[in-house]
C-alpha cells in the first residue's frame, strides 16, 4: 500500500507564504504523477497543482500560478508546495494525491488520483 501525509499547513497573513510537504511511503512513485488539491470549508475539492515525478512537467490551476510551486525531491521521497503571495481565497485543507502510469495528462482530475493524504488545513487571514 502506499501511504502519503502532508504537513506544514497552519495559519499565516495575507501577503504571507507557507510551504506544504508531502511525504511518501510504502511504494515507489518513480513514474507516478503528485497532485496538490484543496476544499475550502462548504466548496468542492478544487485542483491546485501537479507534477510528473521525474519533474520534468509541472501544471497550475490558473488562480495560484505565479504564487505556487510544485517541486519534489525524490531522493527523500517528498513532493513541496511553496506557496507565495497567499490570499484569504487560499484557506482550506490542503490534500496531496498520487496517481500511477508514466503520463501528464487530465491531472486536474481528482478521480483519476489513486492515492490520497488526509489533509493539512492552511487558513491565510488579513
Known amino acids: 500500500q502506499v501511504t502519503l501525509v502532508e504537513s506544514g499547513g497552519g495559519l499565516v497573513q495575507a501577503g504571507g507564504s507557507l510551504t506544504l510537504d508531502c511525504a511518501a511511503s510504502g511504494g515507489t512513485f518513480s513514474s507516478y504523477v503528485m497532485g496538490w488539491f484543496r476544499q475550502g470549508p462548504g466548496k468542492e475539492r478544487d485542483f491546485v497543482a501537479a507534477i510528473d515525478w521525474r519533474g520534468s512537467s509541472v501544471h497550475y490551476a490558473t488562480s495560484v500560478k505565479g504564487r505556487f510551486t510544485i517541486s519534489r525531491d525524490n531522493f527523500k521521497n517528498m513532493v513541496y508546495l511553496q506557496m507565495n503571495s497567499l490570499r484569504p481565497e487560499d484557506t482550506g485543507s490542503y490534500y496531496c494525491?498520487?496517481?500511477?502510469?508514466?503520463?501528464?495528462?487530465?491531472?486536474?482530475?481528482?478521480?483519476?488520483?489513486?492515492?490520497w493524504g488526509q489533509g493539512t488545513q492552511v487558513t491565510v487571514s488579513s
Open positions: 494525491a498520487a496517481r500511477g502510469g508514466d503520463h501528464f495528462s487530465d491531472v486536474e482530475v481528482d478521480r483519476l488520483y489513486d492515492y
